[in-house]
């Protein structure tokens, strides 16, 4: 069974940076885009950025562009979230997940294999 962890989340203060990583289990993981959501309180869950299979193409929700990034090693079977320049509103649970095949989405449904996710919390 496939199977996604995340780490790296914890508690920063406004404008610092936290570096998340999701690991996968199973040796497909290279074929996959891949997606970074968030959830945040009372707050319905966000497309935050995706990444194509090979990294070369990515998708950034407006209010993390400029501030996060999205990478990943596929050697590692491992996607990244770099979040820069931390605010507040950023505070959430943040959850990577497998997505298609051979195109970047946004729309939750078409994700699959959910990790359970990583707290982050920014202070003022």
């Known amino acids: 069974q496939v199977q996604l962890v995340e780490s790296g989340g914890g508690l920063v203060q406004a404008g610092g940076s936290l570096r998340l990583s999701c690991a996968a289990s199973?040796?497909?993981?290279?074929?996959?885009?891949m997606g970074w959501f968030r959830r945040a309180p009372g707050k319905e869950r966000e497309f935050v950025a995706a990444i194509d299979w090979s990294g070369g193409s990515t998708d950034y929700a407006e209010s993390v562009k400029g501030r996060f990034t999205i990478s990943r090693d596929n050697a590692k079977n491992t996607v990244y979230l770099q979040m820069n320049s931390l605010k507040p509103e950023d505070t959430a649970v943040y959850f990577c997940?497998?997505?298609?095949?051979?195109?970047?989405?946004?729309?939750?449904?078409?994700?699959?294999?959910w990790g359970q996710g990583t707290q982050v919390t920014v202070s003022s």
């Open positions: 997940a497998r997505g298609p095949l051979a195109y970047i989405t946004r729309n939750p449904r078409e994700y699959t294999y």
């Open positions: 199973e040796g497909t993981f290279r074929l996959y885009y």
